[in-house]
Each structure stands twice: as structure tokens, then as C-alpha cells.
């Protein structure tokens, strides 16, 4: 049987002569600090301090003794080497490498010594194909695309540019008989009712005569093949297997299926995964309004409710298995079903899909590409196929994983962002996203749909990022318009949109300890990497209120609002508009170190307020209230699988708390779908000092006429209590967006609700984690709302 020995002990890094103890899984950035050669290139403006790092060559060593005895063969297997690194045994080759998406195989039978991984500079390497190849155009000016590495670790509009090196995954001897499991590629498909799983096994041999046969076990069904020369199929069938649904939609039962490699009735190799029986497809037909984007799940069509993924470490080799939990976990709890990748990013570790699994979360992978022209010459075009073929296969017994994407923005940026004429006929990655990856996709794993690029409209006769085909990022409103803006179109699907915002104090405070916090103080304009960030955030903030002046706190606090706010425009336009706009994918959920970003959980994993708003938006059932000429609707969103039928009563109110008129209004919403109301005439609020409440079931939309700046909010009036884990909030006034920035009371402290909006006598208890010993005046000191324009 193959014996498998982890390689992690043992492991130096040698800097200057010296050899420094070295994690393996790890980086150098990460060992560097450990050891306290380099400060945390997190805090403060340390990211420069450090730049050297990414500039040098580095060795990682260790004594390879012999693999567990009695076996044919021992190969040393790389799960991922990042990047570009030499490997030896005593000085004797035993291979190169230059892809971090991809695992290396070493036969290193017989051999003993010392192993050695030198890496060089993934500039070195990036900067010599740029020599060769040509330059080629790109949003950022590090030379991201011409090396095979996670693009967003040269930096990126929300991240620190930290090129690091290193043995980012596991690595093990494999030793071994006869033969091994090379390859398996397991096709999981429902067939009218019935579970198949057909299992394509590839395996490699050390003796080519030997007998093999395999045999397979799932959900009580096996079945037992041959191998004929070094591959074979076997087919299982599962008669009432349960089906596998996204979150919200049903259960997520999982199968265990087992594959075994035998030699004379001796087990060889055992290959083990879980699987989940499901179908998927995506529609994108043409219909009335262009060309649809929906995903259909086991025969239902669904409004994607999603959120894109970053690596949530800039150092991803950091991230562990319990890290994936919590942050998809908190993805789930905010109501989102679906998690896109984006292609600046990594293929994920499988403890990311393993989670999605069983929570639920469906999984819109991209391909490793982003926001540059990408050349095709060799041996980056070898490098992309071999990636791409592995990566699907190793992914595809995941049935979280829906749907393939070939790249982010470039399909967009070649034909406008001036490429296409820079380019004058260089390659620039075409035949990769409409070439080499639908094909492997098609060949490797048929069971799921491809799509070329996010935004694409489908054909080059369109735009790409054309708003009524296919997928569409909405940038225009967060780089120049008011999120109103949202509202002029009904894209077909939403794949990027968003808005900034700081991260939590106490992030701030950890990551620039000592600075007197300014939103244009050092620290703060470091960990903002956005062009023209805060001032877009600035002249955001002012379309809707009055600037506080030399107020960080109030600044902090409102900058967050608007975030919240902007999202929740979108979402609450584009989700009334299904089935027309068949989903929404936030820009971003989480963040790879403490920044100003758009993201909705900050770098140290703190939820901001957007986090929270986006469990009210993304609910099964959501009620908002636009204006669609001539007046007032009032959409009730329904995704669950029963109709929502009720009575919505409808108060215009005055912002003293008085009722002006109001109304009960019947709906139902059936299952999936949307109901829209008309608001009646005499409720629409007018001016200043009116607004309109919408309740129905527990849910509450709010609708002011005019923006919060020009509101005639009354002076905020409000009694605090407390208890352990709890303040309690009665209001007096009327209180718009309350926060509880528990971070305040304590950085560990965590509150269970965001903004909340009291009408005069309503009260709101905000459960509160971490927190202990209450303290009314530090509860008051932690709480904000909306104040009069002075
Ligand atoms: C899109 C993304 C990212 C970027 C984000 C915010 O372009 O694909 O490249 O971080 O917008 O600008």
C-alpha cells in the first residue's frame, strides 16, 4: 500500500549564511517575521520597509532521508512551490519550477541528502519573459502577467504589494509498489432520479506487466473495473440518491466514495472524496431584454446571491482550515449563497470547496487571470494548460462548484481600455479564454458550464461588458456617479459592484498604533490603495451628508454608512428586477490585510456595517420600497419556495414621529418571484420632514425623498441599557442608523446587528459577544447614529 510521509520538520531558511527555522507549509515573509528579521509588513508603512524581500533569492533545506521502506519506488510531492525555484538532492537536479497554481512529482528513489528548494525572485523570472516576450498592457504596472503566481501579491487596488516565495503547500514523500492512483476524475451527474458517479482512473506504474483492477464504493452501490495499460472507467449508480442544494434551497447531503487500486487482491492506492448529486446549468438564452445569465440548479432557476472572494491573506499559505470556516461561515450567516472566486486570486485549498460543501455556498471559480493583457507564448502557454488541468480535476468532485470563469475584466479591458490597439497583434490571453480552458473544461469536466470572461457579453458583436448580455461590473457609480445611479439599469447579471469603506477601529488601531487618525494621516492614506480613493469616498459622502470637519470618528462612522447604503441600492433595485437580473456578486467580502476597501469583513475579520446589511438584503424575503415613475412601488422579493402572502401596512410619516396617513396594502408574492405594489398617491412623503414606512411580516423598508443631508432629522434622543452581552437601545426620537461599534468596548467584542433605524418608542436589544462587564457610559460612548445637519 502507498505510504505517505509529511516533510514539514526540519526545514531552514538560510539568510545571510544563517539558517532561520522555516514552516513548511509557509512563505518567507511569514518566517522572516517569525524569526524577527523583518517587522509585521502589515502595521503601519512596513510593506515598504520589507520590498527588499521579494527581490532576493532564498533557499529552503532539509535532510530527505529515504521514504518508508520496502516499497519499489518514493516520489517527493509538492503540493505548491511559490514560484520559481530549483529543486536538488546534494546538489543534484531534481527539477524546475515556475507555477504556483500547480503541484511538482520527483522520483527520488534511492536518493538521501540534503534537499534543497532555491527560489528566485518572481521579478527575476516575470521581468525575463517581459524581456522576451514583450510588454503587454495592464491595470497596475507591477508585472503580474507574465509569471504564473498569484496576481494580487504585486499589489492591487485593495492589497500590499509582498511578492513573497516558499513551499506554500504540503509537501510529502510517496512511497510506493507496482502501481499508484495517478488521476481521478470523478463524473457526478443525477439521471432521472438516479445518483451516477463515473470515475475516470489514470494510474503509473513501476511494473507495466502487473494485473490491476480497481474497485469503488458509494452510497452502498460498488462496483469493480480493470485497468487496461494505466487507465480505466467504472460506473456507480445510486438509486433515490438525495439531492445536494444550494443554502436556503435544501439539504447539502454528501457521499463518501472511495476508490481502490488493487494488485492480486493486495490494496495499491486508495483515492477517497466526497461528492454531492446535483445538476447545474446556465441559461443564457436569449430573450426580450437581451441575453439572460441564470444559473439553474437541480432544475430550479436561482437569483444568485453572492459575494466575490479575495485570498483572505496576502500570504496565503497563512490561511488555515478553521480560517476558511469561520469567513465562509460568516458568508453564510449573511444570507449569501454563492462566492465567487475572482481571478486575481488562487485556485483555493480544498478546505475552501470542502466548507462550501457543506455549507451550502455555491462556488463561480475563475481561472487565474485578471485586468491585464496576459501573452500566450511559450512556456507560459504549456504552464496555463497544465494548470488548467489539473486545477479542474483536482476541483471537480466539489458540488459547490457551479460554474468556471475564463478571466476578470480582460475581454473588457482588450476592447476598452486601449489595449486592443497597444496590443497591435500580440497575443494577450484570447486563446486561453476562448481556447485552452473551454476545451480542458470540456474534455476534463463536461458536467459543468464555462464562461469566458466576467464582464461577457457573450459574443464580440456586443460590448462586453453591455449590460443586457451576460455578466456586467458595475464600476461607473463607485468611480464617478451617486449609487441612485444603480437604479438607471437592469443588468442581467451583477458580477462586481461595490463601494468602500474603512475597516473597524480597532483594526485601524492595531494596524497604525500610535497615529492620531486622520482620514489623510499617513497610516490611513497607506492602507488605502485605491486611485483617487478617498476622494472618492469624500465626494461620495458629500452627495448625502454634511462633511464632518476634523471628526475622524464621525467621518469613520459615515463612511460606513454610505457603504452600506450604496450596496444596499443595488441590491434592493436589481433583486425587485428578477427574474430579468438573475444575480448580485458584492465587490468584495473579505480583505487580505487591514485596508480602506470594499470590502464587507475587514482584514482582521471584523464584520462592518455593510456585513450586517447585507443579512436584510439578501434574505429570502426582502421588502424595499423605488421609485418607478410615476410614483412609489413597493416591491416584496420572495426566493423561498412558498408563496409570501400578506398585508403591508404603509405609514407616512413625519420625522417628529407623527403619522400624516397610512394604509394597509395586500400582496403575494409566489414562490421565486416578485411582487410589486403601487404606493397610493396620498402616502407618497414629500420635503424635508417626511418619509415612508413599509412593514409586512417583520421585515421594515424605509423611503426618504430626499437625501440625509437635506433631512430634517430631529436631534437624536435615546435611553441605553445594559446587561451582560446585551444593550439595550429605547428610542425617543426617531434614531436613524444606530451602530453599536462594539470594537470599541473591546477589540474582541463583537455586536450581532449593524444599522438599526428606531421610530419614537421602539426599542432594539444588540446582543453583544465578547463583552462581559457592561458599562452603560462606555455602551453610550460606542453608539452613532444619523444628527441634524447643523
Ligand atoms: C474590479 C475587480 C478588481 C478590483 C475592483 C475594485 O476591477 O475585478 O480588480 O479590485 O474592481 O476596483
Not at 400578506?646 to 414562490?671: N, P
Request: aromatic share 10%; with cysteine.
Amino acid at each position: 500500500m502507498l505510504e505517505a510521509t509529511p516533510l514539514t520538520e526540519g526545514w531552514v531558511l538560510r539568510h545571510e549564511g544563517e539558517g532561520l527555522p522555516a514552516a513548511v507549509p509557509g512563505c518567507v515573509h511569514t518566517d522572516l517575521l517569525a524569526a524577527g528579521v523583518i517587522p509585521d509588513p502589515f502595521v503601519g508603512a512596513n510593506e515598504t520597509e520589507v520590498a527588499w524581500v521579494a527581490r532576493r533569492e532564498w533557499t529552503y533545506e532539509t535532510e530527505l532521508r529515504s521514504g518508508a521502506g520496502g516499497h519499489e519506488q518514493t516520489d517527493l510531492v509538492f503540493d505548491g512551490l511559490d514560484t520559481v525555484a530549483e529543486v536538488t538532492v546534494d546538489g543534484h537536479a531534481l527539477g524546475r519550477t515556475r507555477n504556483m497554481h500547480r503541484s511538482y512529482r520527483f522520483d527520488v528513489t534511492g536518493l538521501q541528502g540534503r534537499l534543497s528548494v532555491r527560489f528566485v525572485s518572481a521579478y527575476a523570472e516575470a521581468e525575463a519573459v517581459r524581456g522576451r516576450v514583450g510588454e503587454r498592457p495592464a491595470a497596475y504596472p507591477e508585472p503580474y502577467q507574465y509569471v504564473r503566481k498569484m496576481a494580487c501579491s504585486f499589489g492591487w487596488d485593495w492589497g500590499p504589494t509582498l511578492v513573497t516565495a516558499g513551499i506554500w503547500r504540503p509537501v510529502r514523500l510517496e512511497s510506493w509498489s507496482t502501481a499508484r492512483i495517478a488521476r481521478v476524475r470523478p463524473l457526478v451527474t443525477v439521471e432521472d432520479g438516479v445518483g451516477v458517479v463515473e470515475l475516470h482512473v489514470e494510474v503509473e506504474r513501476s511494473r507495466v506487466e502487473a494485473p490491476l483492477a480497481v474497485e469503488a464504493t458509494v452510497g452502498g452501490a460498488r462496483v469493480r473495473g480493470e485497468i487496461e495499460g494505466t487507465a480505466g472507467v467504472v460506473r456507480l449508480r445510486v438509486p433515490d440518491a438525495r439531492l445536494w442544494w444550494p443554502r436556503g434551497y435544501g439539504e447539502q447531503p454528501l457521499y463518501d466514495v472511495e476508490l481502490t487500486l488493487l494488485h492480486d487482491g493486495d490494496a495499491l492506492d486508495v483515492w477517497r472524496r466526497r461528492v454531492g448529486f446535483r445538476t447545474v446549468r446556465l441559461d443564457t438564452s436569449a430573450d426580450a431584454h437581451g441575453t439572460g445569465f441564470t444559473l439553474v440548479v437541480n432544475g430550479e432557476r436561482l437569483f444568485a446571491r453572492g459575494v466575490n472572494w479575495i485570498p483572505d491573506d496576502v500570504f496565503p499559505s497563512r490561511v488555515t482550515r478553521e480560517r476558511y470556516r469561520e469567513r465562509l461561515g460568516q458568508a453564510a450567516r449573511a444570507g449569501v449563497d454563492l462566492v465567487r472566486i475572482w481571478g486575481g486570486g488562487i485556485y483555493e485549498s480544498g478546505d475552501f470547496y470542502d466548507a462550501c460543501d457543506e455549507l451550502g455556498l455555491l462556488v463561480w471559480q475563475d481561472f487565474p487571470f485578471a485586468c491585464a493583457a496576459y501573452p500566450e507564448e511559450q512556456p507560459l502557454r504549456g504552464e496555463v494548460e497544465a494548470e488548467a488541468r489539473e486545477n479542474v480535476v483536482r476541483l471537480m468532485p466539489h458540488p459547490s462548484l457551479v460554474l468556471w470563469n475564463g478571466n476578470n475584466e480582460n475581454l473588457w479591458g482588450f476592447r476598452d481600455w486601449g489595449w486592443e490597439a497597444r496590443l497591435a497583434g500580440d497575443s494577450w490571453g484570447e486563446g486561453y479564454y476562448l481556447g485552452v480552458l473551454p476545451r480542458v473544461v470540456a474534455e476534463l469536466d463536461p458536467t459543468r458550464p464555462y464562461t469566458a470572461g466576467s464582464p461577457w457579453s457573450g459574443s464580440w458583436e456586443r460590448h462586453p461588458n453591455d449590460p443586457a448580455h451576460g455578466t456586467h461590473h458595475s464600476w461607473e457609480v463607485w468611480n464617478r456617479a451617486d449609487y441612485g445611479e444603480y437604479r438607471r439599469e437592469v443588468p442581467r447579471f451583477v458580477a462586481e459592484f461595490g463601494w468602500q469603506a474603512p475597516p473597524a477601529y480597532a483594526t485601524l488601531r492595531r494596524a497604525l498604533p500610535g497615529e492620531e487618525l486622520a482620514p489623510d494621516s499617513p497610516g490611513m492614506l497607506h492602507h488605502q490603495k485605491a486611485d483617487d480613493g478617498n476622494g472618492k469616498l469624500e465626494r461620495g459622502l458629500a452627495r448625502h451628508f454634511a462633511l464632518p470637519k476634523g471628526d475622524f470618528d464621525r467621518w469613520h462612522y459615515l463612511t460606513q454608512v454610505n457603504q452600506a447604503r450604496a450596496v444596499a441600492a443595488g441590491i434592493e433595485h436589481w433583486r425587485s428586477h428578477w427574474p430579468r437580473c438573475a444575480g448580485t456578486v458584492v465587490w468584495q467580502l473579505n480583505d487580505c490585510w487591514p485596508v480602506t476597501s470594499w470590502a464587507a469583513i475587514d482584514g482582521d475579520g471584523r464584520e462592518k456595517p455593510l456585513y450586517h446589511e447585507l443579512r436584510r438584503l439578501y434574505a429570502d424575503r426582502l421588502l424595499t420600497v423605488q421609485a418607478r415613475e410615476p410614483g412609489l412601488v413597493l416591491a416584496a422579493v420572495n426566493q423561498a419556495g412558498r408563496a409570501w402572502t400578506g398585508t403591508v401596512t404603509l405609514r407616512r410619516m413625519s420625522v417628529q414621529g407623527t403619522v400624516v396617513a397610512e394604509a394597509g396594502v395586500e400582496f403575494r408574492a409566489e414562490r421565486r418571484a416578485v411582487a410589486r405594489v403601487g404606493v397610493p398617491r396620498e402616502l407618497v412623503p414629500a420635503g424635508p420632514k417626511e418619509f415612508l414606512v413599509a412593514d409586512a411580516d417583520g421585515l421594515r423598508a424605509l423611503w426618504f425623498p430626499v437625501p440625509d443631508r437635506e433631512v430634517a432629522y430631529p436631534r437624536p434622543e435615546f435611553d441605553v441599557a445594559v446587561a451582560p452581552g446585551a444593550v439595550t437601545v429605547t428610542a425617543r426620537t426617531l434614531v436613524r442608523d444606530l451602530l453599536l461599534q462594539a470594537d470599541r468596548l473591546r477589540p474582541e467584542a463583537r455586536a450581532d446587528r449593524g444599522l438599526v433605524t428606531l421610530l419614537p418608542g421602539e426599542r432594539v436589544t444588540i446582543g453583544v459577544g465578547g463583552w462581559e462587564n457592561p458599562d452603560p457610559d462606555a455602551a453610550r460612548a460606542a453608539l452613532y447614529c444619523l444628527e441634524p445637519t447643523a
